[in-house]
């Protein structure tokens, strides 16, 4: 059975989700839909490449995700189809695809020729379903796209680092549910620069000298629980996709708000690690 898996900023009170469900089991009745994310911030290239990059591989291979994110055709936001890790991605060429194919070549990349065929103001229910459908029951990218090299990248995607290599300058590309702080800079890229040194990482006005290895490991067990007041104490970690994160214990921005909220940390916003002698 195909499984194709949805990731959008259509939300969850519109029509849009739905209406592309539709039109796949329309096409093929058999198939498995997931929704991997509709809660894509409007328009947000960074969110979108981040969560597409940690969920795909979950996936079996074969499996056909379809991003439906800025993917309004025009002369400079052409449609592309890509093979990679024996994955599919439909997409727009806007930068959503680099993070992933930074770090995993792709087997094949074709730019989606279809359109001429196709009247649409709403692609991703028009072209993306067709094309998914087509690759689902076996069909090959060469039939609905020519072959291309390269993708558009994504701006800051890579973190800046001082001609000294003792400064790294990274950005914020995710804020998650509970309002930590998402950066693009990775463990093996922090340890590369690091080489053992000591560091002090600043997020606006927040110094931090450590980075744990777990959210947990600023409590100190040994103090009475009534004594300790950990929650809503601000940390440093590498979450479980290797990035660095910037966190309030326990948050909830529903009631003491997050990393994101009490730090005033926003989307592009810089994190700056100055290595010490």
Same mark, same amino acid.
């Given at each position: *059975?195909?499984?194709?898996?949805? !990731?959008?900023?259509?939300?969850?009170?519109?029509?849009?989700?739905?209406?592309? /469900?539709?039109?796949?089991? $329309?096409?093929?009745?058999?198939?498995?839909?997931?929704?991997?994310?509709?809660?894509?911030?409007?328009f @947000?290239? &960074?969110?979108?490449?981040?969560?597409i990059?940690?969920?795909?591989?979950?996936?079996?291979?074969?499996?056909?995700?379809?991003? %439906?994110?800025? @993917?309004?055709?025009?002369?400079? $936001?052409?449609?592309?189809?890509?093979?990679?890790?024996?994955?599919?991605?439909?997409?727009?060429?806007?930068?959503? *695809?680099?993070?992933?194919?930074?770090?995993?070549?792709?087997?094949?990349?074709?730019?989606?020729?279809?359109?001429?065929?196709?009247?649409?103001?709403?692609?991703v229910?028009?072209?993306?379903v067709?094309?998914?459908?087509?690759?689902?029951?076996?069909?090959?990218?060469?039939?609905?796209? /020519?072959?291309?090299? !390269?993708?558009k990248? #994504?701006?800051?995607?890579? &973190?800046?680092?001082?001609?000294?290599?003792?400064?790294?300058?990274?950005?914020?590309?995710? #804020?998650? $549910?509970?309002?930590?702080?998402?950066?693009?800079?990775?463990?093996?890229?922090?340890?590369?620069?690091?080489?053992?040194?000591?560091?002090?990482?600043?997020?606006?006005?927040?110094?931090?000298?450590?980075?744990?290895? /777990?959210?947990?490991?600023?409590?100190?067990?040994? #103090?009475?629980?009534?004594?300790?007041?950990?929650?809503?104490?601000?940390?440093?970690?590498?979450?479980?996709?290797?990035? *660095?994160?910037?966190?309030?214990?326990?948050? $909830?921005?529903?009631?003491?708000?997050?990393?994101?909220?009490?730090? %005033?940390?926003?989307?592009?916003?810089?994190? !700056? #690690?100055?290595?010490?002698?």
């Open positions: *059975m195909a499984i194709i898996t949805l !990731t959008t900023d259509f939300g969850e009170k519109d029509h849009f989700a739905g209406a592309v /469900k539709g039109a796949i089991y $329309n096409e093929l009745p058999d198939v498995k839909i997931v929704d991997i994310s509709h809660s894509v911030s409007p @947000s290239i &960074p969110e979108a490449a981040y969560i990059q940690n969920a795909y591989s979950s996936f079996p291979k074969g499996t056909i995700h379809i991003i %439906g994110i800025d @993917s309004e055709i025009n002369e400079e $936001n052409k449609h592309i189809a890509i093979k990679l890790d024996d994955h599919y991605f439909l997409c727009a060429n806007n930068g959503i *695809m680099s993070m992933v194919c930074s770090d995993i070549a792709p087997e094949k990349i074709v730019e989606i020729n279809i359109h001429d065929k196709i009247e649409t103001s709403f692609p229910l028009d072209v993306f067709k094309v998914a459908c087509h690759i689902a029951r076996g069909g090959t990218l060469e039939v609905i796209g /020519k072959l291309i090299e !390269t993708i990248p #994504i701006k800051n995607i890579i &973190p800046f680092v001082n001609d000294e290599k003792n400064q790294i300058i990274g950005n914020v590309i995710y #804020i998650d $549910n509970y309002g930590n702080v998402v950066t693009n800079i990775k463990r093996a890229f922090f340890e590369s620069i690091q080489k053992g040194r000591n560091f002090e990482i600043y997020a606006r006005s927040y110094k931090f000298k450590k980075i744990h290895r /777990k959210y947990s490991d600023i409590v100190n067990f040994k #103090i009475p629980r009534d004594k300790r007041n950990d929650e809503g104490r601000g940390l440093v970690v590498f979450n479980s996709s290797d990035y *660095m994160e910037i966190a309030i214990y326990k948050s $909830n921005c529903e009631t003491v708000g997050g990393a994101s909220t009490l730090m %005033g940390l926003n989307m592009r916003d810089t994190v !700056t #690690i100055q290595f010490l002698k």
